[in-house]
Antibody
Framework: QWELQESGPGLLKPSETLSLTCTVS??????????WGWIRQPPGKALECIGG???????YYNPSLKSRVTISADTSKNHFSLKLTSMTAADTAVYYC????????????WGQGTLVTVSS | QSVLTQPPSVFAAPGQKVTISCFGS????????VSWYQQIPGTAPKLLIY???KRPSGIPDRFSGSKSGTSATLGITGLQTGDEADYYC???????????FGGGTKLTVL
């Protein structure tokens, strides 16, 4: 059974860089036809796709975040990571990692999510 | 402002049926697969429907999905109080080259 678990700091100061890791268990991230994605949800607001990566390193990013985002996969550690630079209060959100099919059929499974707060 | 448009809220009585709509365009729903998620506050979203109308194992057949043109619909029959949650649609947007979500619909069963 696949399980995903986010890890990283819960509190950042404005202008700092967020680094989150999603550790995958129950299977390999090198499995064909899967992408590994990051989604976030500001308090009381809707879900927002940040981007994703395949095991081979193909990536896609939300255009509104593209200049600040890097998503990468580490097959040796069976995890993938998110870096988001120049954090502001508007980036305060619960950050989720999830798997989706190559044709973006649906995100499943999801990690439990981690709250990241940006405050001075 | 979300790329996909959903009604902010829907209400229905226990045992009844409800539908939740999701409106998009040719660059997203019109040419890509739609998925639906249930999110109970404080928890991660759960996949209800993928590839327009398929249910993952463990999802009861009270939940159904359909797509027509540039819109999609989630249907829930035999409503239970435990179905109270936020529901989101999602798909790929070929113009943005990224995934997109709807703004979410809060279902109240009363």
């Amino acid at each position: 059974q696949w399980e995903l678990q986010e890890s990283g700091p819960g509190l950042l100061k404005p202008s700092e860089t967020l680094s989150l890791t999603c550790t995958v268990s129950g299977g390999s991230i090198t499995s064909n036809n899967y992408f590994w994605g990051w989604i976030r949800q500001p308090p009381g607001k809707a879900l927002e796709c940040i981007g994703g990566v395949s095991y081979s390193g193909s990536t896609y990013y939300n255009p509104s975040l593209k200049s600040r985002v890097t998503i990468s996969a580490d097959t040796s550690k069976n995890h993938f990571s998110l870096k988001l630079t120049s954090m502001t209060a508007a980036d305060t959100a619960v950050y989720y990692c999830a798997r989706h099919s190559g044709w973006f059929g649906g995100y499943d499974p999801w990690g439990q999510g981690t709250l990241v707060t940006v405050s001075s | 402002q979300s790329v996909l448009t959903q009604p902010p809220s829907v209400f229905a009585a226990p045992g009844q049926k409800v539908t939740i709509s999701c409106f998009g365009s040719n660059s997203n729903i019109g040419n890509n697969y739609v998925s639906w998620y249930q999110q109970i506050p404080g928890t991660a979203p759960k996949l209800l429907i993928y590839d327009h109308n398929k249910r993952p194992s463990g999802i009861p057949d009270r939940f159904s999905g359909s797509k027509s043109g540039t819109s999609a619909t989630l249907g829930i029959t035999g409503l239970q109080t435990g179905d109270e949650a936020d529901y989101y649609c999602a798909t790929w947007d070929s113009s943005l080259n990224a995934g997109v979500f709807g703004g979410g619909t809060k279902l109240t069963v009363l």
